[in-house]
């Protein structure tokens, strides 16, 4: 599965993009960001405050309860300040 | 029904955008054009930078066309976002809609907008005159009201 | 605060009229431009012939200029409103407004339009495509009732 | 005092404009309209629904008991359709 990263979540994590293998305990975004929260410090640091950081799985905006398990790629980035 | 989306760097004319919009049809009452342009922000801003995520943005603001189709009687609608480096007084984003009437023409512009503003995954960061980069600018609350409003 | 009035038989040109509107200021966020078309009305239509009062015209748009001012914070308005014989696809009326955000600027010109509709001394007459001189077209109950949302 | 006409109303009555010297017995807008309709067939043409036509003095929208005493032009015309 391929994980895109944009804004300051791409910076604290400091990568744009990874390619990553799930383990089976990882079935929504939530149980995702656990597992990536939990894989260094940067991730801790993107995701210190779980309620800002948003999701889209497959260019499609999505709540943390979303599944993962048929996604190609999950993005994680602040809310959107376009326009 | 003419629908343009485009993400680009390249500057745009509003002119332009809207003879394309309106091109062989006179039953065009109505031409509502929104222009967003980068403030300066009282001189502490040398430029916008605007990330973008390639491919959900288009798809986003496809979905958000179809949605203003759906809710009003358009004859045609445009959106162009800008991304990169946009320096003050520089547009960012212009929405165009074509109705017969004018009330339909002025909501779906406005619809879009609050509908861009939350949902289309752009990000801006200020780059300050003083050299330095500043803070990715936050989402404002009151966007997400003005979004809601639509519900 | 630029306020631009004009009575003319001119074209006008929304970008031009836009650079104008917001020359040497870095200050605006938004710029809503509307655009009122000539619709052919299925075919009929030859031209609108469009007279206006002039003088009373001005000091109408005048007012009307000072009241959008009065009721949301605008860096700058413009309102071009065209006469004499107009064609269908050619533009009618500009009204433009800008300010720091998009949602003054949408109120502001929608507020503008609809008073323009009912209160600025202009008439439309219809010429059709047989030859023949039609009707004056009638006011729309419906515009002052759009007229009515603002007092 | 000028009067001036527009579009239908201007059709009706035959002219674009035209200078009165106004009887004591008018003083409002109505009372000029009442006057005016005395005057022969083609002004009773143009005001046969007072409800209609509306009226400006020296510029500026005035109801039928507007005075007219200080006026120096009195406009008559149908609802406006510009825009």
Known sequence: MKLVYFAWVRERVGKTDEDVELPTSVSTVADLVRWLKGRGEEYEYAFENEGIVRAAIDHVHVKPEASVLQAREVAFFPPMTGG | ?151
């Not at chain 2, 320096?87 to 779906?108: C, D, G, W, Y």
């Open chain 2, 1 to 151: 029904m003419a629908v343009t989306i485009r993400i680009q760097t390249e500057h745009f004319d509003v002119t332009a955008e809207t003879a394309r919009l309106t091109a062989g049809r006179a039953d065009i009452g109505a031409v509502v054009a929104f222009t967003g342009l980068c403030r300066d922000e009282g001189g502490r801003l040398s430029a916008l930078e605007l990330e973008h995520y390639p491919g959900m943005a288009e798809a986003e603001m496809s979905r958000i066309a179809t949605e203003a189709q759906e809710r009003w009687p358009l004859m045609g609608l445009t959106i162009i976002h800008r991304f990169g480096m946009i320096a003050p007084r520089e547009e960012i984003v212009l929405v165009l809609t074509a109705s017969t009437h004018r009330h339909a023409a002025f909501h779906a512009a406005e619809f879009l907008m609050d509908y861009l503003k939350t949902q289309a995954p752009f990000w801006k960061r200020e780059h300050l005159k003083d050299g330095t980069v500043g803070e990715w600018v936050q989402a404002k609350g009151v966007d997400d009201l003005a979004a809601g409003r639509w519900v």
